[in-house]
T-cell receptor
Framework: DTAVSQTPKYLVTQMGNDKSIKCEQN?????MYWYKQDSKKFLKIMFS???????INETVPNRFSPKSPDKAHLNLHINSLELGDSAVYFC????????????FGSGTRLTVV | GNSVTQMEGPVTLSEEAFLTINCTYT??????LFWYVQYPGEGLQLLLK?????DKGSNKGFEATYRKETTSFHLEKGSVQVSDSAVYFC??????????FGTGTSLTVIP
């Protein structure tokens, strides 16, 4: 299936831990994104990579570090997790020039306890 | 700057009722406009889009018309079903890269 897949789907962890979320797309898109969705469903962009190059880096704590080993993968590493990091994190991809819109992954629900 | 404002929810309708979810935008340039739908426990899915003024996007019985004069892109459906219960997001893109999403409108359709 062509899709944006992210793992894990659920992640429960203690404060202070370090965790990673992985994302892969097989759509041939050249741009990938990380969004954070809070409990009120508000979506906030965090990062965007185009062909492995960081092009959007919104104001997020530097505990969050994206990494794109190739244009089909964009991972998100979070250090020293805090309670306020609890949210659903969505990966998305698009073809930058076509303007067709994003394809989203199904989300990773992160709960920090 | 670029931003999207959509009506606050939640919206509760009976099955077969008419749906309108309002969306207005501000943009520095000529945006493309989108509606996304998020079903419970899932990611956002593109519902429809319009890339220029007076274009009408349509899908699954939903429609929205790009109105440049009123800077609006209201979502409508003539007869909603229980399966339409979801959160709906209006969004715009000027560069094709960064999208600006509205705050989402939760719709619940009751039988």
């Amino acid at each position: 299936d062509t899709a944006v897949s992210q793992t894990p789907k659920y992640l429960v962890t203690q404060m202070g831990n370090d965790k990673s979320i992985k994302c892969e797309q097989n759509l041939g898109h050249d741009t990938m994104y990380w969004y954070k969705q809070d409990s009120k469903k508000f979506l906030k962009i965090m990062f965007s990579y185009n062909n492995k190059e960081l092009i959007i880096n919104e104001t997020v704590p530097n505990r969050f570090s994206p990494k794109s080993p190739d244009k089909a993968h964009l991972n998100l590493h979070i250090n020293s997790l805090e309670l306020g990091d609890s949210a659903v994190y969505f990966c998305a991809s698009s073809h930058l020039q076509r303007g067709d819109g994003y394809t989203f992954g199904s989300g990773t629900r992160l709960t920090v306890v | 700057g670029n931003s999207v404002t959509q009506m606050e929810g939640p919206v509760t309708l009976s099955e077969e009722a008419f749906l309108t979810i309002n969306c207005t935008y501000t943009a520095t340039g000529y945006p493309s406009l989108f509606w996304y739908v998020q079903y419970p426990g899932e990611g956002l899915q593109l519902l429809l889009k319009a890339t220029k003024a007076d274009d009408k996007g349509s899908n699954k019985g939903f429609e929205a018309t790009y109105r440049k004069e009123t800077t609006s892109f209201h979502l409508e459906k003539g007869s909603v079903q229980v399966s339409d219960s979801a959160v709906y997001f209006c969004a715009l893109s000027v560069t094709g890269n960064q999208f600006y999403f509205g705050t989402g409108t939760s719709l619940t359709v009751i039988p």
